[in-house]
């Protein structure tokens, strides 16, 4: 936890960063996965039905997003459109850009280590879907950005492509504005309460990291042992088979084998299937906080820029 620090928001709200009690009502706040009362949601959404798409100049995999909903903003109560990764990953840049003051879900990685996955396989694709459908699931459960304009088009436009075209010149010229703004000036300083967010991230992803890679490894050395085991089981049938006298004992060893197989096996579904996911996914959610850390550093260094601009035309300003 943070260190007891005397903080306070700019609107003078009280932070005490460390205190149990403030600390899990900021949990309970911040759940991933809030299992809202299905009578208070007026929209839902899913993704399903991954479809393969063989082009002469790439093969990509798309995604049905079904949509149903009671909300006035939207024409019709039940839409349903195609988007494939970098569709999603559009959304996401555009509420970043559009909500700079809130954390936005992380995306499932986008890149695959090559000769370890095949990014088209059943398997593979499956844990994208439902990586796909938990980060729209959560934006629809967000009081704010589902309402953000972008993830209305995103689930309601037949042709996506037109609306990613729209505002980019825009955002080039103001993404130009602020390097130029910021380009030769260094921040001074995080106020107390980021600069405590900001240190509490940084062990907090390497802590994980550390986790992740334990656990890779084990999950490797699991796999490596569980096929010396499945060699092992019918080396001891077959010697129970030319030793009369000892097939009972050998045959209970063969066993004993298959239940250690069937067990490690389970284990290791366990840790693939339900533990390295979700510490990817705190792994990525650290790597989105720290993305709106930098963003609010950008936003003070342009202030503090522009502040020092004042400064400097009001000393040259003459004395009247």
Avoid at 64 to 82: C, G, I
Avoid at 205 to 231: C, H
Wanted: net charge negative.
């Amino acid at each position: 936890s943070f260190p007891a620090q005397d903080l306070s928001l700019p609107n003078g709200t009280p932070v005490d960063t460390s205190s149990p009690a403030s600390s899990s009502s900021l949990l309970n706040r911040l759940q991933l996965d809030d299992d809202l009362d299905g009578e208070t949601r007026d929209l839902f959404v899913t993704v399903d039905d991954p479809k393969k798409h063989v082009c002469t100049m790439e093969t990509y995999i798309t995604y049905r997003v079904t949509t149903k909903t009671t909300r006035a903003e939207f024409d019709l109560p039940e839409y349903s459109v195609r988007r494939r990764y970098q569709d999603f990953d559009w959304l996401r840049n555009k509420l970043e850009e559009s909500q700079p003051t809130h954390l936005i879900p992380p995306l499932p990685e986008k890149f695959v280590v090559k000769g370890v996955v095949d990014r088209f396989s059943e398997e593979f694709v499956e844990t994208r879907r439902k990586a796909l459908d938990k980060f729209l699931k959560r934006i629809t459960d967000h009081p704010v950005l589902s309402f953000n304009e972008h993830f209305n088009v995103f689930l309601t436009a037949k042709d996506l492509n037109a609306y990613k075209k729209q505002g980019m010149a825009l955002l080039s010229k103001m993404g130009e504005s602020v390097k130029y703004v910021t380009g030769g000036y260094k921040l001074r300083s995080r106020p107390l309460e980021f600069a405590a967010i900001g240190e509490y991230l940084e062990t907090f992803s390497l802590k994980l990291g550390t986790i992740d890679r334990i656990a890779q490894r084990i999950i490797k050395e699991q796999l490596e042992y569980l096929v010396e085991l499945r060699e092992y089981g019918p080396v001891y049938s077959t010697w129970g088979g030319l030793e009369v006298e000892l097939s009972e004992p050998l045959e209970g060893m063969s066993a004993c084998i298959g239940n250690c197989c069937t067990a490690l096996e389970e284990l290791s579904e366990d840790m693939t299937e339900d533990f390295l996911p979700v510490l990817r996914e705190y792994i990525l959610y650290s790597e989105s906080m720290k993305n709106v850390l930098k963003k609010r550093d950008q936003v003070q260094a342009e202030y503090e820029a522009k502040l020092e601009a004042v400064a400097l035309k009001k000393e040259d300003r003459p004395k009247v």
